[in-house]
């Protein structure tokens, strides 16, 4: 007997799950639901159409998501570790925080939010490194109903700007600055910059980090501290939970799409509830007692989802580590398995592949023998790092599950679920109970079979689906609903096998995969194209040993003649700026034009295959305006 009433134990259950969710879907996520705790229960399971697009999950029931994350446990197991923390710097104190604990400093910190001003229905920008106060801060707004809208620590002042904006926050939470390897990253301070063009801010509450020097503006800046003080003289350490509809916002996640501008990411309480302690009990097999480690960062959906949430609504033991895998060594990871005897790792294949390069020296003396679960998300997993994850982390006796989803599905799609569907190199292999994935051609048309490779949509709403992008609902139906009418277009290809296990082969639009972070193309153009030097870019992607996908820029500079590496060096700061470390491209080559037809399109097809090293067979340039440009290119290809 499994202790998740929701939890499939075998194959045939898991047969049994799928053929029911397909053909009882209301049912079948009523009886899911009835697992957590509701203030009221629902009118309509499901609501839903593909064209506005509308969908509305559990309409009319009541809940708080913190309660059943927080609350619903305390009674059997408020002394279980909830957080276990482990520090950048080994030497300094791990924490580990109870569910009675976490629960008692969300309230304090609902309360220290309440005190500043904020209510139901306000959005929140979060700004912080990995520690647990981070954990606290999201479920402390997700108390209130006040939206969070996390920023990864790595984007600029502009990035941050741009999403504060978009999003209208009241307030935003950040720490002195974090710990990253050697590194100290500052970032009160990228906040200050990115504050001075966003007036909607009123309050930004500091944590203590680092201690470096920040400044703080007089009537906007508290600290953290502080302010819990306050709160602990005024005495009330409790702090109810507001009552949420179950389409009420929970938060919003920026994420890059084909166009230069993020979009903002919405996800409500109730299905997202349901879907992410749903996905994350069955796929990674989650036992009482188990210790959980996922690597995300909480800036990133993983980390919202398989860090705080799921884990935390099936009352699960989840770590979270502040640092890199590569400080003070290759071996970190490992030795944090060791430490804490870890049962299930989720991580990024750029991590393995990152790994994998330091040698089997930093394996070596490290018990791994917690491990039960492996398993990976962000991008396509090679062969090759998938085997080295299998024999020299798993011993070859711990399943990998390859996890395919997004920002826009919230939880898990596709995916084994371990020890119970078989894992296959390569493979996400199957969907979800819940989740009705198809291929479609170029014209839509549905790809009926096996063995058959195609663009990856999904014909039918699951709990944790994409409702709106913040502000700008038609940009949703835009994106995801109107390629394909009637189906949620993932941007993905994908390829089916003979048996019907789905294989992710990359996006399809002109969206990058780099390290498992989305990057548009179009994003690093616009930031590119900042620099007065510039006059028009192109940016594509190529394939890279350890990121996966690495960022190839071809720039036309205006003066002729200038000096490569400094122009060079010059763009790589101008978009680190604008966007982030993260965005930065890996290779510029400066061209004296771009291959453009006619109507002035630039012909990435082209630039693509330079840039993969493909330099014979181009295609087709016959349509191009002027074709002299493509042997310039690849002539000075980098
Ligand atoms: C969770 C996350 C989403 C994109 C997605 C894919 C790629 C993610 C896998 C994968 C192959 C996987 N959200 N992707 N997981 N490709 N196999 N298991 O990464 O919004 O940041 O990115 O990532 O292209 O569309 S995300």
Redesign the pocket.
Known sequence: MSNYPYQIRSREQYDAAYKRSVEDPEGFWAEVADSFQWHRRWDKVLEWNFTEPKVRWFGGAKLNITENCLDRHLAERGDQPAIIWEPNNPEEDFRVLSYKELHFKVCQFANVLKNNGVKKGDRVCIYMPMVPELAIAVLACARLGIIHSVVFGGFSAQSIADRIQDAQCNLVITSDGGFRGNKEIPLKSVIDDALVQCPSVKKVIVLTRTRVAVSMIKGRDVWWEDEVRKVETQGNPVCPAETMDAEDMLFILY?SGSTGKPKGVVHTCGGYMVFTAYSFVNVFQYQPGDVYFCTADIG???GH?YIVYGPLAAGATTLMFEGIPTWPDAGRFWDIVDKFKVNILYT??TAIRSLMGFGLDFVKNKDLGSLKVLG??????NEEAWHWYDENIGKGRCPIV????????AG?L??NMAGITPGKPAH?TLPLPGVQPILVDEKGEELQGNSISGNLCIKFPWPSIIRTTYGDHERCRQTYFATYPNLYF???GALRDEVGNY?????VDD?L?VS???IGTAEVENAINMHTGVVESAVVGYPHEIKGQGIYAYVVFSGGSHDNDLASKDIVQTVARIIGPIAKPDKIQFVKGLPKTRSGKIMRRILRKIAEGELQNLGDTSTLLDPAVVDEIRNGRL
């Open positions: 994420t990133w959906i993983t989802s990024a294949p990976t998300v962000g991008e396509p997993i390859d996890t395919w989803w997004q920002t826009e599905t898990i596709i995916s996400a993932t941007g993905d294989r992710i082969t990359g996006r969206v995969n498992g972070h989305r």
